[in-house]
């Protein structure tokens, strides 16, 4: 079953990220290392390297593979990079960046699910990814600045506190909109308060909640 599943992920890999016009050699070979079958329930680990967004637990979803590779992508991310990740569900998407950046700091408001993905992310090694449990709006000032911030969810607009833990130069990705209407987004940030955003085409998430308590804690 393991081969079977080790052929699926590059096939993904080609069919869904290459043949798609993400070509950089980094983020290639992440997705095929990180194996997204562990990622989703049993029951729907035949269908983990499908086209589409799978269901988890909490009423969350894991992103389609093309859309994690595109927003990481779109992120630049380099193998020196300190990266925040918002909404981390699962922890595929931070599993995945974790074999490019030196270090992950990931954040998810639903407890259950963190419980789940550290697990995961330790049955797999992955000791540079770093997963907490609290309100993703807030980002994690106290590992600030960060190369890179991914947030996959969507909020009607990007949160200040995340545009200001960014280094110069930096670069935030995440879909802004309601529930019936959303865009992703880049921003870069070319200054202390200067922010260039670019718009990069419709995608749909699941809402960017918040941890009720507003508090951060580990999990």
Sequence with gaps: MEATFEAARK???????????????????????????LFVSADLRENAYEDRALPIA????ISQPYVVAAMIDTADIGPGDTVLEVGAGSGYAAAV????????????????LVAMAKERLAGL???NVEIS?????LGSPRDAPFDSILVSAAAPAVPEALKQQ???GGRLVMPVGDIASQTMVLIVRCATDQFIQTRLGPVRFVPLLQRESGAQTSA
Excluded: K, W
Aim: glycine share 10%; aromatic share 4%; net charge neutral.
């Design 11 to 37: 096939r993904m890999v080609e069919e869904q990220i290459l043949r798609r016009g993400i070509g950089a050699e980094r983020v290639l070979a992440a997705f095929v290392e990180v194996p997204r079958e």
């Design 58 to 61: 909490s009423g969350q979803t």
């Design 97 to 112: 960046i974790s074999r490019i950046a030196a270090r992950v700091i990931a954040i998810e408001c639903e407890a259950s």
């Design 125 to 127: 090694g992955y000791t």
């Design 133 to 137: 449990c609290g309100d993703g709006r």
């Design 166 to 168: 960014l280094v110069i």
